[in-house]
């Protein structure tokens, strides 16, 4: 059953309310089951970060049901060069978030279900949560052959996966986020979770391709809703708590005080491509040149998003080395982004503003570096 989470629904629900300010924290009398009216990836990941930073949890555990319209979601510790092909998605308009937790990247768009199961540190267990997860799908549908892994991954009849998992254990609180592949676009998954860049060395946590496939697809009848509310009814029965599904607009600052602030970090490029460890890209393109290929070396080496060494070689007699060195000393400290380049590409231009041949060159060299970005 669906309700509003208003002020009203608040006082019938959490008990001790007695500021709106205050939100909700440390007001639930038992269980909760939240579903965020927003498809939003930086708001409703605020969401969890709120309820893990601010919500008692004793007692208390909370199920939080979402979705996002189309974006990519890399783990706390992972490289975005690495994971997906962010030409493409800047091309289509989609998102890519950094969530706080570990784990591998996600496409998310509105036929693949979110799942956040928030308990105290103690009550943390990922395979009990997996584990009612199948029982919810298999009321819905007995004939599902759905198993956990030891990976604590969902897969549909012994092969394709359905679910991936990955948590946030705090000093108190932790929480356990899983997908469910419901009606996604696995066409458009399959290409954005293919990086295109070569050279790329890094120590960051690689995601693990996986042969994935849509509960529609084995059964037309498992939609989304229905999806949802199984999994809210089956853990209602589980931790004896009302079957509401109260719906939650994560911008409410009456409920979520400073949610705000934390949807607006998380969209930050110094959050999702500044927390990137440590990497290098070494590789080389040709160019063409009197009818013949020359080959241009790249090497790279990137820290906190920002260009710390940069190496450009190309042959004299196409360019000068003190160009190439006035290129690699130009990008040093640079956000290793397109946009930035493109900058820096028309201050170089300023320099030499009679040279076309130069001009010309410089470009060919900016567009393939952008084109590694």
């Avoid at 049901?65 to 994971?83: A, C, D, F, K, T």
């Avoid at 997906?84 to 091309?91: A, D, G, I, Q, S």
């Avoid at 819905?140 to 969902?154: E, I, N």
């Amino acid at each position: 059953m669906l309700i509003p989470f208003s002020m009203k629904n608040c006082f019938q629900l959490l008990c001790n309310l007695k500021v709106p300010a205050a939100g909700f924290k440390n007001t639930v009398k038992s269980g909760l089951i939240l579903q965020s009216i927003s498809s939003d990836v930086y708001q409703n990941l605020a969401v969890e970060d709120w309820i893990h930073d601010h919500m008692n949890l004793e007692g208390k555990p909370v199920l939080f049901l979402w979705r996002n319209s189309p974006s990519i979601v890399i783990g706390r510790h992972q490289n975005p060069w690495q994971e997906c092909n962010l030409n493409l998605m800047r091309e289509e308009g989609i998102k890519l978030a950094r969530r706080r937790s570990g784990g591998g990247t996600v496409y998310h768009d509105m036929g693949n279900i979110n799942l956040t199961f928030f308990t105290t540190k103690k009550k943390y267990d990922r395979m009990q949560n997996l584990k009612l997860v199948v029982r919810a799908l298999n009321a819905v549908q007995p004939q599902l052959d759905v198993q956990a892994t030891k990976r604590c991954d969902l897969l549909l009849d012994g092969q394709f996966k359905i679910s991936g998992t990955a948590s946030k254990i705090g000093r108190t609180t932790a929480y356990h986020h899983c997908t469910l592949l419901c009606s996604t676009d696995r066409t458009f998954l399959s290409s954005l979770l293919k990086s295109p860049y070569q050279g790329i060395r890094s120590n960051a946590t690689a995601s693990i391709p996986s042969t994935v496939k849509n509960l529609l697809e084995k059964d037309p009848t498992l939609t989304c809703e229905v999806l949802m509310n199984a999994i809210a009814t089956e853990y209602a029965a589980y931790h004896q708590i009302d079957n509401h599904i109260n719906l939650i607009n994560p911008t409410d600052e009456t409920l979520f005080p400073g949610i705000n602030n934390k949807a607006e970090e998380l969209q930050t490029w110094e959050w999702i491509y500044g927390k990137t460890p440590k990497f290098s890209i070494n590789t080389s393109f040709n160019v063409l040149y009197e009818q013949s290929h020359l080959e241009i070396k790249i090497f790279i080496d990137i820290k906190g998003g920002r260009i710390e060494i940069c190496n450009i070689e190309a042959p004299d007699h196409w360019l000068p080395l003190e160009i190439c060195d006035k290129l690699n000393s130009s990008f040093i400290g640079s956000k290793f982004c397109p946009n930035e380049i493109t900058v820096l590409t028309n201050i170089l231009h300023r320099t030499c503003p009679e040279d076309d041949e130069l001009h010309s060159k410089w470009n060919i060299l900016c567009e393939k570096i952008k084109g590694i970005m």
